[in-house]
C-alpha cells in the first residue's frame, strides 16, 4: 500500500521538475533581461510551490529589491522592497568585511547568515516556516535576530525564502507567502530549491 501510495506522488513530482526545467530552457533561450527572467520565474514558482504570494529579489547595487512579485499587496512590496540597514542619518551600515548589512530573514537568507541547524534552515540555506506566529512565539525566535515581521504581521503563515546562488554568488531570492500555514511540503521545498539552482545558472549568465 505505501508504494502504490508513493508512485503517483513521486511521479507527479518528476512531472512538475521536468516541465519546470524545459520552462526554465525556454528562458534561458530567450537570453531575456534579468527582470524578464524574473517576471516569468515568479509564475513558474507560483505554480510548484502552490503559494498564494511570490517574489523574486535580485541584486541591483548593494541591496536586493524586488524584481517581480505575485499575489502581495501593494504596500507590502513598497515597505519590504528595501532591505539595506541604515543609521539615523542614513548612511549604509556595514559589516566587519564592509558588506552592507541586510535587514530581516531576506537579509539572513542572503548574506549566508541563516543558522542551517535550526528546524527552520534547510543544508542549502533556506528559510522555511509552516507557521510564523508559532515560530515567532517559540523559544527558537530568539535565534532569528531582528526581524521585522511584517510577513506574520500581515497574516501569512507559510514563509519560504529560498536563496538563488551559484559558484558562492548570490543573485537574489524565490520568496512563497501565504495566508496558510504548513503548504510548503518536503517535496515542495526540494523542488523549490531546485529551481532556485537552475535560476541561479540564467542569472549568473544574465547579470554577468
Given at each position: ?10 511521479t507527479?513530482r518528476?512531472?512538475?521538475e ?7 530552457l ?5 537570453l531575456?533581461e534579468?527582470?524578464e527572467?524574473?517576471?516569468?520565474l515568479?509564475v513558474?514558482a507560483?505554480?510548484l510551490?502552490g ?35 541604515t543609521?539615523g542619518?542614513g548612511?549604509l551600515?556595514?559589516d566587519a568585511?564592509?558588506?552592507p548589512?541586510?535587514?530581516?530573514l531576506c537579509g ?7 543558522d542551517?541547524t ?5 543544508d ?6 509552516a507557521?510564523?506566529?508559532e ?5 527558537e525566535?530568539g535565534?532569528l ?8 504581521a500581515d497574516?501569512?503563515?507559510?514563509l519560504?525564502?529560498f536563496?538563488?546562488r551559484?559558484?558562492d554568488?548570490?543573485?537574489g531570492?524565490?520568496q512563497c ?5 504548513g503548504r ?10 531546485h ?5 541561479a ?8
Amino acid at each position: 500500500m505505501a508504494g502504490s501510495a508513493h508512485a503517483p506522488s513521486m511521479t507527479k513530482r518528476l512531472d512538475l521538475e521536468r516541465r519546470a526545467f524545459l520552462d526554465l530552457l525556454q528562458m534561458a533561450n530567450t537570453l531575456a533581461e534579468p527582470r524578464e527572467l524574473a517576471r516569468q520565474l515568479v509564475v513558474l514558482a507560483q505554480h510548484l510551490s502552490g503559494c498564494e504570494a511570490v517574489a523574486v529579489r535580485l541584486k541591483s547595487g548593494p541591496g536586493y529589491p524586488y524584481a517581480a512579485h505575485l499575489g502581495f499587496r501593494d504596500h507590502f512590496i513598497s515597505q519590504e522592497s528595501d532591505l539595506i540597514a541604515t543609521d539615523g542619518a542614513g548612511h549604509l551600515l556595514r559589516d566587519a568585511d564592509r558588506r552592507p548589512i541586510l535587514a530581516c530573514l531576506c537579509g539572513k537568507v542572503l548574506s549566508c547568515q541563516l543558522d542551517r541547524t535550526r528546524r527552520f534552515g534547510t543544508d542549502r540555506g533556506s528559510f522555511i516556516s509552516a507557521s510564523t506566529s508559532e515560530l515567532l512565539a517559540s523559544p527558537e525566535a530568539g535565534c532569528l535576530g531582528q526581524t521585522r515581521n511584517r510577513c506574520c504581521a500581515d497574516g501569512y503563515e507559510t514563509l519560504g525564502l529560498f536563496p538563488i546562488r551559484r559558484d558562492d554568488v548570490t543573485y537574489g531570492l524565490i520568496q512563497c507567502n501565504d495566508s496558510r500555514p504548513g503548504r510548503l511540503t518536503v517535496e515542495g521545498i526540494d523542488l523549490m530549491e531546485h529551481l532556485a539552482a537552475s535560476a541561479a545558472h540564467l542569472f549568473q549568465l544574465t547579470m554577468a
